[in-house]
């Protein structure tokens, strides 16, 4: 079912197309198509309503992150970022909830507040009177160069140790950050995904009063709906495997108009005739249907249930994992097919095939569809030790 998001999304392609090379030139997106989208209300889909937000399901949200991807790889992958954080909105007591996820609207307009950082306990915190004092350097810091608000994952010293759950493990402190407070390093010279700014950023002895923080895999949520219920890196999971999912429908569309124009050395046909091709094309596409297929009817399934008032199973979380993991492999195999096919027109920079090349590659590396996943998810199964927290 269409939303005012995907619209709104499928509508702007053209504006987000046209920076994609100053994207890639300068390694991140340019803040004019960000703050066009924010104030269109795409980055408000998965921020509570009670804070002004559209709160909408969560294959909704995912097919908006996959047409944005489409259309351009980095711009997709913030979205996703942005829209990812802002599900930690709900776990966040309802005083901070407030502060930084509060959307304000004037008519058609939308006052949008954009979050992003990264999870990995990175960061060193000890408790002090009113919160905690943190110091950290994160990696992976994508779109913040447009946040309000930036993320660092965070160990926490009280007492001379440190915070641990019942099982031993440290208990991560996802701490919340003005963006000012924030200082980011230009550090960012990736082959693929140039154009998602995702540099190193670092805090020094930072204050985050009482609260300004959630922590990984063990908050209560704040917020009760269906998309706050549904399991957080099961949809972190989906939402990343949704860029890959766009690169890969893109990379197909534009193999199509390459072979109907490319005509090999010595041949007189152009190569959408040569059979070879047709095969490759053919299993292409074959794999990226599989891999849709395969991830929104795992989402939709656990969704089904979030909304019927059950309690997502250790096999639901794990059928979510291992769907994202596998849709990107998938993915990945397709593009990599649809490059070899074009044969040495994908070397070339003008080439689109290149660029989704080196774009799907990199976004293979995200730890939340990585093969080690599927390794995860295997072991939750066969193996009777406790599954991770962040399964």
Known sequence: MSTPELEIATAMREDI???????EQQRHVPGEIIHQMAARGLFAMTIPETYGGAQRDALDSLEVLEQISYADSAVGWCGMIYSTTAVLGSFLPERWGREVYTVRRDGNLVDCPLTAGAAAPSGKGKVVDGGIVVSGRWAWGSGTHHCDWICGGTLVEEDGELRRHANGDPVVH???FEKDDVALLDNWDPSGLRGTGSGDFQVTEQFVPDGRWTELG??????DAPLYRFPFFGYFASAVACVPLGIARRALDDFDDIARGKVP???TSTINELTLTQMEFGQAEALIQGAHRYLYSAVGEVWDKVCDGQKPSLDDRRQ???AASQATLMCTAAVDKLYNAAGGTSLQGHCSLQKHFRDIHAATQHRMVSPEILQMAGAA????????LRL
């Open 17 to 23: 197309e046209a920076v994609s090379a100053q994207a």
């Open 174 to 176: 996802v701490m919340f």
């Open 218 to 223: 063990s908050s209560r949520r704040q917020v």
């Open 265 to 267: 050395a010595a041949k």
């Open 320 to 322: 979510l994992r291992l």
């Open 381 to 388: 199964r066969l193996s009777d030790e406790p599954a991770p």
